[in-house]
């Protein structure tokens, strides 16, 4: 090994760059190329714009989401610049997914909390890592058309399958290590030294790609002078960061705008069945105990950092990377770099703190939190879940979901409408691609609450005040036990 | 897996505790326990105190040092309450020492990255990582002696060999991950809600082993109402820390006090050969250039710090968790939380970064520093490098040495004395156990500068002034090459 692997072409110090086109313009066409960003949230906007101005094409990328549209990542996109993109969600995008649809471009889906812990080996010189995340569904299988035939007629490329191995009898994947050619991050300080710090949820993951990256380009909202910064509070420390820009001009978009009214009130969003929504997550929250700490997930379960009472002093974990989620802000105190797992806008509470994607996912997968709160598409009388995939309405978007529900430390309470267009969503074998096999311990619809770990068997144990058993029945797909304690849902 | 694994037994709250003894006195004998601290630095004491005075025995510890004689752990050392010892440093702490060669006490051996990765992997739900650190070692073999027989007479039980495992051909070992029972660590605040906050190189291994834990014991010297911290200064969150208490008392003791004198001269230590080594040390100064990021190990090599010019803009990276370390500080001025990976106390530079002893281990494992200086025992012809343990003279302590030789990416240059009371320390084979194959770039001795790069062949490439060509031949143990266009060493 006497020749040393990388010739240090890179040059020592960070390099201040004067503009975002001087910074990115030396990215050749095929690269792979990490970009920070959750939503709309700590996107390297300039960096993305100047990689857009300058064409540069056949680009692999590495991305949380695929943003909003019109802006950050949608501009190459639309341009067509992307040649294959490998993300946790890809379901936002409109753009993309008719692309992805006719042939026109690669999509490799990674669970979030792997797409982060595999850049964050590659950077940490880890070749390799288990992960319980993914088993028993398509990533571990594989056969997830990566790319269709041109036209959409057939599959040209599938994903494989990933090699499996039992520890502690506990089935888990392999996963490797990702290092990338070039890294696009932003921060909301920088010094001249290269040291970086994000603000609230904006760090997301930007701090994990500053490290897997052969060239990391940062750009940041202010360039401060070094020692202005203390050494305890740095972020990503600047031996990570090989060139440092302050962005010509930043957007910063909100991607939803949730906001309380004057009375306190939900003001957008959530308003198809919001009676029927507010009933589920109300009952859900009776679940939560005071000082516990709760993962919220999409849909429903946004709305109950809305309801639980803050003098509870529970912590409500949101993977956009922050403990400590509060009610939707009133208007005007809207923040674009605070946001949920839904890419909402949120308030922290006090107590809150603000972390990596990657250390929101080593809280999920290592069981850190009391209670996960998801949605559903599907669940199976055997608890099994599916809630990343509906075929012809959502598009594929894995997000967080495999790793959230892959801890045995943590109970998993779906929240889901009993039915999706007249069609049951409790069903006797799930058809839709799985989240997860035998995770969910309680689902809640609005119609009643069924628990999965009485005798192992689907029972319903609350039904609610209007809906008589009857109706229950013909709207489930498949047979379920009462409770002989059936109560009331409240 | 419709059961829970965990029955929530430790509260969801953090609960605050009165003192040190309420927080730990429910610790059972025989658990596993991580604890915080790297040599006088970040150490749980007022933990470790209770522990002593309960009594608490036949523990197995899992610690980054053996830390300082009379405290901190060294209390349960002495007290023989530690059943085995899982650390990377136990070298400097005699008591333990003899106790281990008497076959009183069991010693797992593991590199201080690796113990780093697999506590970190533990708490992140990542059953096994792969590393490069160790390959080819003891540590890949096994027969380290764990435990001797009773009377040190042969051994008991000895380390297994680890799964090997080629990943784009480079050979690494399979690591698992490790939680524990109980961490006991040491922040500089905490709120009531339990987010802590380090200081300096206080952090160490404490925020990992914050995460690996089941029920995580944290003390601090100050305990501030939550909301104080800000979200984004928030080294662990509180969803790892299960009890809080303000310690009753902190000693902070200073393992090594290296200061300044009035005119700048080194005043302590680096006293044996001090010329020789600083004639070492010169030279390797001279191989860094302006803005490079330097990672320095222990011994001739903490002197560089000290020698380089900073209008260099150089950032030396120290495995007790800092980059940007500076010189020893003057009289008055040594702080106990800022030390070196020699546990000496320095001062940091503007522009200076501190990061848990995981992440320090990341940066070098990841091949992120662009030159490493370190120490050696003995070099072979190969490039072969032996530098932890030294029976007789030198307990085994393995470090950090076999992570920051293990990336492909990174430039070593060992300094070292030519020779050992006259023995060679430059051999055809090393005799000692190896820190790693093939891995020494560049040599240098108080007699003249090695390069193991050019054809492959170690090649003497500068000599002394002082030093004719065949005193070098007398005290080298092996062939060598000769440059044609050898040059004074200066």
Known sequence: MHGIRRALRRGFSVKIFE???????????????????YGACGVPENSIRALHNLGTYD??????????LGWGLDLLIRNKQIKRLITSH????????????????ELELIPEGSLAARLYAGGAGIPAIYTKTGVGTVVEEGQFPIKYMP??????????AKEKRRFRSQDTLMEEGITTEYSLIKAWKGDTKGNLVFRRTAANFNTTMA?????????????????????????????YVHRLFKGEFYEKPIEHLTLLSESNKLSSRHTTDLAHKLRIARRAAKEIEAGMTVHLGLGI??????????KLGVMFHSNSGAMGVGDYPKSGLEDAD???????????????????SNESMDIVRGGHVDLNIISGFQVSQYGDLANWYLPGKFAPSIGANMDVVSSEKTKNIVTMMHTMQSAPKIVKECTLPLTGKKCVHMLITEKGVF??????????????KDVRLNEIREVTGCNFNIASDLKPMD
């Open 19 to 37: 503009n975002s086109v001087d910074a990115v313009e030396d990215i050749r066409n095929g690269s792979r190329i990490a970009i920070g960003g």
């Open 59 to 68: 680009l692999t990328a590495y991305t949380a989401t695929t943003g909003v």
């Open 90 to 105: 890809s379901g936002f995008n409109t753009t993309f997914n008719k692309q992805y649809m006719a042939g026109e471009v």
């Open 151 to 160: 036209g959409g007629h057939g599959v040209e490329i599938y994903s494989g």
């Open 211 to 239: 490290q897997c990256a052969r060239v990391t380009i940062a750009e940041v909202e202010q360039i401060v002078p070094e020692g202005e910064l203390d050494p305890d509070d740095i972020h990503v420390p600047a031996v």
């Open 301 to 310: 379960a946004g709305l109950i950092a809305h309801i639980v009472d803050p």
């Open 338 to 356: 605070v946001i949920n797992s839904s890419r909402e806008t949120v308030t922290l509470l006090n107590g809150a703190s603000c972390f990596s």
């Open 451 to 464: 628990d999965f770990t009485r005798e192992n068997t689907l029972t319903l144990v609350e039904i609610a």
